[in-house]
Nanobody, 126 residues
Framework: QVQLVESGGGLVQAGGSLRLSCAASGRTVSSYAMGWFRQAPGPGKEREFVATISASGGDTNYVDSVKGRFTISRDNAKNMVYLQMNSLKPEDTAVYYC?????????????????WGQGTQVTVSS
């Protein structure tokens, strides 16, 4: 069983940067695709795909709104996944969740991920 713990969230001004980290424990995640998802505040807001990465790290996917600004990466030797977020915007404000799924392909559908962290809050002020 894989356990995931996120860190690195906080309050930042628009245009600033944050780096989220996801520490995995319980077993190695080298055979797991990993992803970052987020849920913005407000009623009816669903958890949405942000970025995913294949088990090897060779393939990545990004939602259009973060392309060119966010970078997902992983260090399988350390059982870590990262999300580097640059040029942050107020609309990036959300709770960010790390997720894992057994298998190598980095699907973007939330329902395919069955391991989740507790989330870390990112707030971007204007």
């Amino acid at each position: 069983q894989v356990q995931l713990v996120e860190s690195g969230g906080g309050l930042v001004q628009a245009g600033g940067s944050l780096r989220l980290s996801c520490a995995a424990s319980g077993r190695t995640v080298s055979s797991y695709a990993m992803g970052w998802f987020r849920q913005a505040p407000g009623p009816g807001k669903e958890r949405e795909f942000v970025a995913t990465i294949s088990a090897s790290g060779g393939d990545t996917n990004y939602v259009d709104s973060v392309k060119g600004r966010f970078t997902i990466s992983r260090d399988n030797a350390k059982n870590m996944v990262y999300l580097q977020m640059n040029s942050l915007k107020p609309e990036d404000t959300a709770v960010y969740y790390c997720a894992a799924r057994a298998g190598r392909y980095p699907y973007t559908e939330r329902r395919l991920y069955d391991r989740w962290g507790q989330g870390t809050q990112v707030t971007v002020s204007s």
